[in-house]
């Protein structure tokens, strides 16, 4: 693990790569300046800084289909077909332009969200064994969504977890590349009281997430 770390430390540190993370993790500490919401189903790069080799080293997760402008990302939910989506991101002069994402994502969570979302990303530290964790320290009002925004942006769980004081509610998806067929997994916590998403754990192939909200 501490040579996956070395490595990981040493692209970081490698010539353009590591110039163009450093200035999207900058854009990221002021992301209305930088990322636009506000057209239905896309977020539209301002001053785009990411190239393709940049994106699986950001998200841990292998394109499903590269078309030389665009990169297709699929997620199957075998046991909820018609709740798989699909994200669509779109290059220009070798830069991401635009991420095409499904409408009911737009409807169901608020720009304001979205927005503070990518704040927390800007804040995140290096992770130790491949366990990146955000923690909201700085916003206020994140305009966190309730549970029934979550059931309507991705439907009914795959498993539902039920605890004194919340509930998570667990998806799993079927995600193809090229490189074979992945398993990605995320669970969204709610409090009781109020009903609202307090954390987010995402399992990918090599990493996981865990936002706190």
């Known amino acids: 693990m501490g040579r996956k770390i070395g490595i990981l ?48 080293l950001i998200s841990g997760i292998e394109p499903s289909e590269d078309k030389k402008t665009i990169l297709n ?12 989506f699909s994200y669509k991101l779109l290059f220009k002069s070798g830069k ?8 009911s994502f737009y409807k169901a969570l608020k720009a304001s969200f979205a927005l503070n979302s990518l704040l927390l990303f800007g804040e995140a530290k290096v992770p130790e064994n491949n366990q990146w964790v955000l923690s909201n320290k700085k ?8 549970n029934v925004d979550i059931l309507q942006m991705l439907g009914p769980a795959t498993i539902k977890s039920q605890f ?7 998806y799993i998806y079927k995600q193809p590349t090229e490189n074979g067929t992945k398993t990605i997994k995320v669970s969204f916590t709610f409090d009781n009281k109020v009903s609202k998403l307090s954390e987010i754990y995402l399992q990918l192939p090599d990493r996981n997430w865990r936002l706190v909200f």
Do not use: M
Not at 17 to 27: A, C, D, M
Not at 76 to 84: E, G, M
Not at 164 to 170: Q, R, T
């Open 139 to 146: 916003v206020s009002n994140l305009d966190t969504p309730l």
């Open 9 to 56: 430390i040493f692209v970081f540190l490698s010539g353009c790569l590591v110039e163009r993370l450093l200035v999207f993790k900058s854009q990221l500490k002021s992301p209305i300046h930088y990322f636009d919401f506000q057209t239905k189903g896309i977020i539209i790069c301002k001053d785009p800084v990411l190239e393709k080799e940049d994106i699986k």
């Open 73 to 84: 990302y699929h997620f199957i939910r075998p046991d909820a077909p018609n709740y798989s």
């Open 96 to 103: 991401l332009k635009k991420i095409h994402y499904p409408e």
């Open 164 to 170: 004194h004081n919340g509930e998570v509610l667990h």
